[in-house]
């Protein structure tokens, strides 16, 4: 039981880190390049952590903006379930 949730800790955490980061990042590149931001625009959407930068930008509502905080909502859920792990080997 201890190695299943030290597993789906494991794998809850990369898939959120890496997978999940390259796909938010293409989506934010793919919109800055879509919507012809300018240079400093599109770098500040890219760019600025935590997706700032996008909810600045864009403040009315969307589609992609819907997608978008779906998938950062299943983000953050999976870094909770990767957490687990860092909990265990502290207290553990």
Known sequence: ?????VAVSLWAFW??????SIILLFMRTGKAIYDKQTLKDSLFIIFLPCSIGLYIKYKEK???KLYYQILVIIQFVLMLLGSIMVFYIHFG
């Open 62 to 64: 969307s589609v992609f």
């Open 1 to 5: 039981m201890l190695n299943l949730i």
């Open 15 to 20: 898939i959120s880190f890496v997978g999940l």
